[in-house]
């Protein structure tokens, strides 16, 4: 996917726009299309039904604090470290994602993770790193706040999970995502 998204912030439009509107926009149209997508699915599971009342919910005020973190955040960062330093630099920072959500379940959920978990996170962050790591490229100047916006995208992705964890005791989950 960060291949993809790169190649499309070469073209037509996102070429021209500023810095933070064409990783907005990207971000936009690839949450927008995953939702039409989810809603497509629950229709056809026949959830849709059950929408209005998870919107009613106090939960549904969680799911939309991780819709942010996760979207335009996350994503939107993404895609700007994408754009600043190339696909395998941002990705590989960004991998670090789920010991981001480790930490902050530890402390948002009081979750407790074992040493043999916290290993297999050091692992899976350790993999992801060695088999996708390159040097950034773009330039220079831009290396500081693409790594930036890498880590936030992580600290955002993170932060997306544990939300969903805590909304998803009350809502099912693929509603969940659809709000």
């Known amino acids: ?3 993809l998204l790169d190649q499309a912030l070469g073209l037509g439009p996102f070429a ?34 059950s929408l209005p009342g998870a ?14 973190c996760g979207g335009p955040l996350a994503m939107g960062s993404f895609v700007a470290a994408i754009s600043l330093v ?13 010991a981001v959500g480790a930490v902050l379940a530890q402390l948002v959920l009081k979750e407790r993770i074992s040493r043999f978990g916290w290993a297999g996170i050091i692992l899976a962050v350790a993999g992801a ?13 831009y290396r500081l706040l693409g790594t930036l916006f890498a880590c936030l ?8 999970g ?7 005791k ?9 709000l």
Do not use: C, Q
Not at 16 to 41: E, I, K, N
Not at 55 to 68: E, I, P, T
Not at 129 to 141: H, R, V
Not at 162 to 168: S, Y
């Open 1 to 3: 996917m960060s291949v």
């Open 16 to 49: 021209t726009a500023s810095l933070l509107a064409a990783p907005l926009a990207a971000a936009a149209l690839h949450d927008g299309l995953a939702s039409v997508w989810v809603g497509g699915v629950n229709a056809w599971l026949g959830r849709l039904r």
């Open 55 to 68: 919107l009613r919910s106090r939960s549904s005020l969680v799911v939309l604090a991780a819709a942010l």
């Open 86 to 98: 190339g696909p395998a630099f941002a990705a590989t920072v960004t991998a670090t994602y789920p």
């Open 129 to 141: 790193a060695f088999a996708s790591y390159g040097s950034p490229e773009g330039a220079e100047s």
């Open 153 to 160: 995208a992580a600290l955002g992705w993170g932060a997306e």
């Open 162 to 168: 544990v939300l969903v964890a805590k909304a998803v």
């Open 170 to 178: 009350r809502i099912e989950p693929t509603v969940a995502l659809n």
